[in-house]
């Protein structure tokens, strides 16, 4: 069955951007000019997932109100002429169908997944995290859905990360080699001596349907919440279970700095941001001490 929904959780308080996320959503944030839900949302899109599910929860308006029109501000930005920032402003209405639904009870990023069920329904769906942008020019969705059409069951995108680090981070075990594998285990956050591989999870998944009556009876785990790892383990030897080795450009919006760098990144790839803010830098650094 083809590939066409994508689930985007974004019902998370956003604590480490406190106070900036005490009265807006972290999902808001800008990423230069653009929120970075944006990015997430035209990633799906590009890969021809066009019906967009977010799963939201309280004080995540904000989120609705971008992908809506604002018909104030459209005839403000007509009656001046300004049709650049016209366009702009109108590219996120028309990017996809998009839905939302509250979580309720905050149980994880697994309940997350479960609570899209009624709208997935019988077909294989595609999960992706806020926090990590994907650079379009790196097709990772559309890898990890060609090979989910062509081996059933399941896709998780991994990566590898310096060893120290993969406590951050679900961990997976792996027979083969290469930029497609086969998964054998998932461990969320191991510790170092305890990790299985470098190979870390990051925040894409392709799914099958299966995962929904598997997350109905998995058990909380690591905070005591439902984790999409724990019920994908469990999934292993019911279903084939893939990794895509993920070696491209991925910035990350979840931490203070790598969201600084990300702007940084970003920023300075633009044709109109860019040779500025370079220029900037050369000549501020060296005084820096």
Known sequence: MPIRKAVIPAAGLGTRFLPATKAVPKEMLPVVDTPAIQYVVEEAVR??????????????????????????LEQALEAKGDFDKLAVVQASTHLGDIHFVRQGDPRGLGHAILVAAEHVGDEPFAVLLGDDLIDPRDSLLEAMIKVQEREGGNVVALMEVPRDQISMYGCAAVSGEGDVVQITALVEKPSVEQAPSNLAIIGRYVLSPTVF?????????????????????????????????????????GDRLDYLKTMVCLAAERDDLGPPLLAWLRAWLPEQP
């Open 47 to 72: 890969a021809g997932l066009t019906d967009v599910l977010m799963i939201t929860g309280r004080s995540k308006r904000a989120l609705e109100d971008h992908f809506d029109r604002n018909i104030e």
């Open 213 to 253: 009556d598997v997350l109905r009876r998995t058990p909380p785990g690591r905070g005591g919440e439902i984790q999409i790892t724990d019920a994908m383990q469990l999934m292993i030897g019911m279903e084939p279970l893939h990794g895509v080795v993920f070696r491209g450009r991925r910035y990350d919006t």
